[in-house]
Each structure stands twice: as C-alpha cells, then as structure tokens.
C-alpha cells in the first residue's frame, strides 16, 4: 500500500506571490522544501501536489507555461534527489463555481480516485485557510507551515486544532515521527 503526502504548492514547495506565480522565471523554491520533499521520497512516500491557479482564468498565463513551471518545479525536486508523482490543478477563477477550486475537496477526490487512497490516512500540508478547509471536507489530515500565507492564516485563524509548522521540513519530520 502506497504512502501519499498531499502539498499545496505556492506557499508551501515554492515562494508565494500576491502577483500570482506567472512563469518559471518566477518560480522560486522556499529554501529546504526541496530537501524535504526527497526526506519524504527516500522514505517511501509519494507526493503529489494540488494547487489552485486561477491566475489561468484570470489571463495572467496559460496552461503550456503551467506545464512549464511544473516542469522546473519537478526537476529541482528530482536534483534535490526526490520526487513529485503528481499535479493536480484548478485552473479556474472564483466566480466559475467550479467543484474543484479549494476550499472545495474535488481536487482531493480526484487524486482518491486515481490513486484508490483512503484519503483519512493522508496528510495534506498547506499555507492558507482554504487549503486546511478542502483536507478537511475531503477527510484528509490538513497540517498548515507558516511559510507562504501560512503566518497570515495562523494570525487570522489563532485556535486552528490541527499540526502547525514553520517549515514544509519541520511538517514533514513530524509526518516520519508519527509513522514511525
Ligand atoms: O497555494 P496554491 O493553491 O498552490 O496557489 C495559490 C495561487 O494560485 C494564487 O492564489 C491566489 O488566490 P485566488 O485564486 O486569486 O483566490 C492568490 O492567493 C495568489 O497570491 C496565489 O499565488
Ligand atoms: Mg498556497
Ligand atoms: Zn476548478
């Protein structure tokens, strides 16, 4: 049986910005998310990442540079000696009343299904509140870092009852502690 870790990407792989992440050029790793993303994949784990891009429907860029952000994304990860297995996008705006822009689960439920995963036995790390809303309708186990958004949402939201880290490195050894 697979282990799954479920990251949001902005905010939490790689910097985030209130501009939107509109090409590789801008697509910048937050320093030691990389290694510990190949903690996870030396360890057994499979990563795969969910993340909302409505910068598609708002025209800031298109899904072929998309592909090509999540190319250097998967190459830094794969230099740093780990691996991402997959991406699942929401590529839509706020207003498009899409099932699969978090705070709702359908990119959760998406992943399930391809994967056939129990999603209560994986964790789901990621820096703003909606991403911790869509762990939690999916039946995930969200943990927030304080990088990216992560401070905002943790000063916003002060009594959050879930595992709170300042790091993807720090979330992720508490991930090995507890597996172990
Ligand atoms: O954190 P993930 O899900 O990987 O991606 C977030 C990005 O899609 C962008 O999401 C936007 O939110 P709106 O989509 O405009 O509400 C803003 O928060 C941007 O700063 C951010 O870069
Ligand atoms: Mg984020
Ligand atoms: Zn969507």
Redesign the pocket.
Known sequence: MSKFVIL?????INE??????KSPDEWLPIPGSLEAIALLTQQGYRTV???????IA?GLFDLSTLDRIHDKMRAAVEATGGRIDDVFV?PH??EDGCAC??PKPGLFHAFAEKYKVDLKTVPAI???F??IQAAQAAGAQPILVET??GARTLARYPNLDIPIFPTLYAAVQYILFEAR
């Open positions: 949001d990407r902005d905010g939490v985030d910005s209130d501009a939107y992440i990442v969910l993340t909302n891009q409505s910068g708002r929401c705006g706020p822009r978090k990621g820096d703003s909606r991403d990216g958004k």
